[in-house]
T-cell receptor
Framework: GNSVTQMEGPVTLSEEAFLTINCTYT??????LFWYVQYPGEGLQLLLK?????DKGSNKGFEATYRKETTSFHLEKGSVQVSDSAVYFC???????????FGTGTRLTIIP | EAEVAQSPRYKITEKSQAVAFWCDPI?????LYWYRQILGQGPELLVQ????????DSQLPKDRFSAERLKGVDSTLKIQPAELGDSAMYLC???????????????FGPGTRLTVL
């Protein structure tokens, strides 16, 4: 079955710092890859996605590249803001089946 | 902007009691999902509906959990009897359809936080 291993948190950074949250996966077939974000008191929101090898998903200054050779989908942002404080989840699903398998989440706190 | 609605937002109950959660997906979304998110963990799929039919309930504890989507629109998830280990966030999500053209975005509701005492 599918599984996702995500960087342990919590992560605390200063504003304008560079962010990396690591994510690796195991899957049967050729999965689609996602990053979801959960702000306090809210449901999950799709942040970005990639559906094939070497695709780069991007949104709100965040980026992640589908690396099939290393089965990874690391999330990066060049300059974080206080408003980026949230919990970030890496997730995968198989082609034709939208069932999502999530990582454990990484809590990110940005201090001014 | 269309959203997935869930109620209640919070529920406190005693063990052995029955609880029910309601979800109204985005209009036109044929696929509906119920996830359970235990504190400090990622969501895990409990049940997936395509219209009114169950597509996947392999992780649903069927001795105490039940889910229905009678008219293929809104859905109810029930637990009877509730146990201490059921304390979690229950998330509902919907998507246009599961199909062969690749993964479609799931839109999540705000969740129902259940506390079992």
């Amino acid at each position: 079955g599918n599984s996702v291993t995500q960087m342990e948190g919590p992560v605390t950074l200063s504003e304008e710092a560079f962010l990396t949250i690591n994510c690796t996966y195991t899957a049967t077939g050729y999965p689609s890859l996602f990053w979801y974000v959960q702000y306090p008191g809210e449901g999950l929101q799709l942040l970005l996605k990639a559906t094939k090898a070497d695709d780069k998903g991007s949104n709100k200054g965040f980026e992640a590249t589908y690396r099939k050779e290393t089965t990874s989908f690391h999330l990066e942002k060049g300059s974080v803001q206080v408003s980026d404080s949230a919990v970030y989840f890496c997730a995968i699903s198989n082609f034709g089946n939208e069932k999502l398998t999530f990582g454990t989440g990484t809590r990110l706190t940005i201090i001014p | 902007e269309a959203e997935v609605a869930q109620s209640p937002r919070y529920k406190i109950t005693e063990k052995s009691q029955a609880v029910a959660f309601w979800c109204d997906p985005i209009s036109g979304h044929a696929t509906l999902y119920w996830y359970r998110q235990i504190l400090g963990q990622g969501p895990e799929l409990l049940v997936q509906f395509q219209d009114e039919s169950v597509v996947d309930d392999s992780q649903l504890p069927k001795d105490r959990f039940s889910a229905e989507r009678l008219k293929g629109v809104d859905s109810t998830l029930k637990i009877q009897p509730a146990e201490l280990g059921d304390s979690a966030m229950y998330l509902c999500a919907s998507s246009l359809s599961s199909g062969t053209s690749g993964s479609r975005e799931q839109f999540f509701g705000p969740g129902t936080r259940l506390t079992v005492l």
